[in-house]
C-alpha cells in the first residue's frame, strides 16, 4: 500500500483531481432532493457513504498537500475536510428534503480522522 501511496504523492496533480472529483461528487449527492421518510433517519447506507467519502476525501487531500515530507500541514488538511464537511451539512440547508445533521458530520470526521491517522502510519513506517 505504501507504494502506491507514494506513486500519488509523486504524481501530485492526479491525486488532486481525485481531490476535485470526490469533492464534487459530494456536493452532487448533497443536492439531490429526498422525499421525506417515514423511517429511520439513519441506516447503513447513509453511515457507509458519510465515512467513506469523507474518508477518501481526507487520505486524498493529505497525499496531495502532504507528499510524503511536509508533516506541517496534516492539521491544515484535516482542517481543510473537515472545513468542508460542515459546508456540505450548510449547503444541505438548502437542498428540500434535506437537513443538515450533526451525526452526518461527526460520521464525515471519524472518515476523515481515520484517513489521517493511516497516513500518518504509513509515513512513519516509510521513515523508520
Not at 429511520?40 to 453511515?47: E, L
Not at 507528499?67 to 473537515?82: L, T
Given at each position: 500500500?505504501?507504494?502506491?501511496?507514494?506513486?500519488?504523492?509523486?504524481?501530485?496533480?492526479?491525486?488532486?483531481?481525485?481531490?476535485?472529483?470526490?469533492a464534487?461528487?459530494?456536493?452532487?449527492?448533497?443536492?439531490?432532493?429526498?422525499?421525506?421518510?417515514?423511517?429511520?433517519?439513519?441506516?447503513?447506507?447513509?453511515?457507509?457513504?458519510?465515512f467513506?467519502?469523507?474518508?477518501?476525501?481526507?487520505?486524498?487531500?493529505?497525499?496531495?498537500?502532504?507528499?510524503?515530507?511536509?508533516r506541517?500541514?496534516?492539521?491544515?488538511?484535516?482542517?481543510?475536510?473537515?472545513?468542508?464537511?460542515?459546508?456540505?451539512?450548510?449547503?444541505?440547508?438548502?437542498?428540500?428534503?434535506?437537513?443538515?445533521?450533526?451525526?452526518?458530520?461527526?460520521?464525515?470526521?471519524?472518515?476523515?480522522?481515520?484517513?489521517?491517522?493511516?497516513?500518518v502510519?504509513?509515513?512513519?513506517?516509510?521513515?523508520?
Amino acid at each position: 500500500m505504501a507504494g502506491l501511496i507514494e506513486i500519488f504523492e509523486k504524481h501530485n496533480k492526479f491525486s488532486w483531481f481525485i481531490v476535485i472529483v470526490i469533492a464534487g461528487i459530494i456536493f452532487y449527492i448533497s443536492s439531490l432532493s429526498f422525499a421525506p421518510s417515514a423511517g429511520a433517519v439513519w441506516n447503513i447506507n447513509s453511515i457507509l457513504y458519510h465515512f467513506v467519502a469523507f474518508f477518501f476525501l481526507g487520505f486524498f487531500l493529505m497525499i496531495s498537500l502532504i507528499k510524503g515530507d511536509k508533516r506541517k500541514f496534516i492539521i491544515i488538511a484535516i482542517i481543510i475536510a473537515i472545513v468542508y464537511a460542515v459546508s456540505d451539512e450548510f449547503h444541505q440547508l438548502f437542498v428540500p428534503g434535506r437537513n443538515c445533521s450533526f451525526s452526518d458530520f461527526l460520521l464525515d470526521s471519524c472518515g476523515i480522522l481515520l484517513a489521517s491517522f493511516i497516513y500518518v502510519l504509513s509515513l512513519k513506517f516509510r521513515k523508520s
